[in-house]
């Protein structure tokens, strides 16, 4: 299954634009790349995922290279709520379940 | 239309006592799957299932057992609890579609053992 990296935090100011990079270079032809986010110890939840091109959705974008080796999500106006630990997954762990990595914690600040 | 069931939120429990961790859900999703959060780490997979009556293992699956007797209902249970499974437990249920999977997590079980 190929591996995510991502860094272990990041800042944004409220209202900003936050970019959230993924590096996977391992990933396979046929596999997504998928983005969570953990609010608070809650349960992760789905934002966005994607193949080969860019994609949109009422939370996020994301923004797939294209040798699909890394990706970005861009959440385009950030808010306090947005502070969250945000997982970059691609597929392919046993079974095809999702292999969470450390995730960034990413804080929005007023 | 609930989702994700997590029962019960929060579990202490001693050395050695067993339990079991409800899951349910009711979006007629064939997988489900268990995972479990250490403090500051992501998740990791214990157990999964593709189907009723099919389960697999994990990546960490040591110290639990699974089943699947339905499609709702994927029960967690711990043989002899151990300090080191003081954890916070989800379980998620899985649409599966078009090479496509997006999971549904529910709330989390908080489990400390003493």
């Known amino acids: 299954d190929a591996k995510t990296t991502q860094p272990p935090s990041m800042d944004c100011a409220e209202g900003r634009a936050a970019n959230l990079p993924c590096n996977h270079s391992t990933i396979s032809g046929n596999e997504y790349v998928y983005w969570y986010r953990q609010i608070h110890s809650q349960g992760p939840q789905y934002i966005i995922h994607?193949?080969?091109n860019n994609e949109t959705n009422e939370m996020a974008s994301l923004i797939i290279t294209e040798d699909r080796k890394s990706s970005t999500l861009i959440l385009p106006h950030a808010t306090l709520r947005d502070t969250a630990v945000y997982y970059c997954i691609s597929r392919g762990g046993a079974g095809n379940m999702l292999t969470f990595g450390g995730g960034t914690r990413l804080m929005v600040k007023p | 239309n609930a989702g994700v069931t997590q029962t019960p939120k929060f579990q202490v429990l001693k050395t050695g006592q067993s339990m079991t961790l409800q899951c349910a859900q009711d979006?007629?999703?064939?997988?489900m799957s268990w995972y479990r959060q250490d403090p500051g780490m992501g998740l990791r997979l214990i157990h999964y299932s593709v189907g009723a009556g099919i389960t697999d293992q994990g990546e960490v699956p040591n110290g639990y057992n699974v089943s699947r007797s339905t499609t709702e209902d994927f029960p967690l249970r711990l043989l002899s609890a151990a300090p080191s499974q003081t954890s916070v437990y989800f379980c998620a249920s899985t649409l599966s579609r078009k090479g496509h999977t997006e999971a549904f997590f529910g709330q989390g079980t908080r489990l400390t053992v003493v």
């Open positions: 994607g193949l080969k």
């Open positions: 979006m007629n999703h064939e997988y």
